[in-house]
């Protein structure tokens, strides 16, 4: 796994170590000596991870990570702070910053190139979904995202075997968050399943092993985006390197520091958050590319791709499809009468009527103005024809009420049916008899079903 790295240093020899060490695995790398550049070449490159030198003159690592994080164009781009200093002050100050972690001079490579392929993984799921997200709202199907990291404080999971430590872990983050502690794994996962936002996991549990406990998780559909904090022993380097390799997001080593899990566990929600509202939108374009706003039902685009798929397994011997082409009589003279918005009153309400007196397996869509169409999956001429007189009787035999139900307005409509037929047919073909058989009905003085055999 590949990534683009930015390293960022006033001492040219330590630049010179970490790109030849870097490069000799692949990694292809970008350098800057001071943090103005690390910002500009942050912002024109978007390198995958940054690793910042906290000691630089002028503008000092943390400063250059608060920037990083303040800059839409780069807050999701992982921060390792790189540092000869191993206080505590630091390294809570560079967490607060934003930074995902802290390396410490001089650099283990080991734990270096497990942070990398760590948080490389993380930075391509963001670019994916941020991708997406760019790409919905090119279309105007997405939305701003002015509250993307809002909201304080979170719902944690802590499994721990260890009482007195898990109490004690839950009363420290009950000051900011809302946690809840298991001691057995099976439950745990189960409450995962649940409105949580990070797990925190020991990893030097005696009573079971936290590390298969974060695998579990990674590998449920419903639970593998969580943010999992795991507790561990900085001596064990081997499975520190483990952790990272299977999915934990971050570690939190032993002797716990209050502030720095309360740290770390905010930069873990928060990012939850931000790539909740990608996927939220993603969800939310996908319904929108699809959905007919006016109406709700689906719309012309959904139902041709259905509709391919349907036919074909028609013609190669499976089920029948029917299609119903509805035509609201008259509409332009609803529009010119009483005006647009009662027009678009009569369009919701017979998409309501429509959408009842189909089979919950049919597909009602608005084919566009005042034209409807049903798919009717294993449905025969016969069986499609006796739906749509139904649902002309429902329209015909019931005013439309509108302007706030003030008011009521009569309408009809025409409907054409038609069936697959042979192994020769196409859903344009099926498409086009339905519609042949609309026109019939209103020639026919409107108001009335036609079903078009093949």
Known sequence: MSARILVVDDIEANVKLLEARLSAEYYEVLTASDGPTALALAAAEQP????LD???????GFQVCRRLKEDVATRHIPVVLVTALDGRNDRIAGLE?????????PIDDVMLFARVRSLT???????????REASGRRIGVIAGAAARLGGAGGRILLLDDNDRQGQRLVSELAVEHRPVIESEPDKAHLTARGPVDLIIVNATAKAFDGLRFAATIRSDEATRHLPILAIVDPDDKPRLVRALDIGVSDLLTKPIDPQEMAARARTQIRRKRYTDFLRDNLDQSLELAVTDQLTGLHNRRYMTGQLGALVKRAVHGGDPVSALMIDIDHFKKI????GHDVGDEVLREFAVRLASNVRAIDLPCRYGGEEFTVIMPGA?????ERVAERIRLHVAGSPFRVQGGKDTLSAT????????????????A???RADEAVYEAKAGGRNRVVARAA
């Not at 906290?54 to 000092?60: E, F, K, L």
């Open 413 to 428: 409509i025409s409907v054409g049916v038609a069936c697959t037929a042979g192994p020769e047919d196409t859903p344009e």
């Open 54 to 60: 906290v000691m630089m003159p002028g503008m000092d």
């Open 48 to 51: 995958d991870i940054v690793l």
């Open 97 to 105: 910053a934003g930074a995902d972690e802290f390396l410490t001079k």
């Open 335 to 338: 529009n010119d009468s009483f």
């Open 121 to 131: 993984r993380l930075k391509q799921v963001l670019d994916e979904l941020r991708a």
């Open 380 to 384: 025969r001429l016969a069986d499609a």
């Open 430 to 432: 099926l498409l086009k």
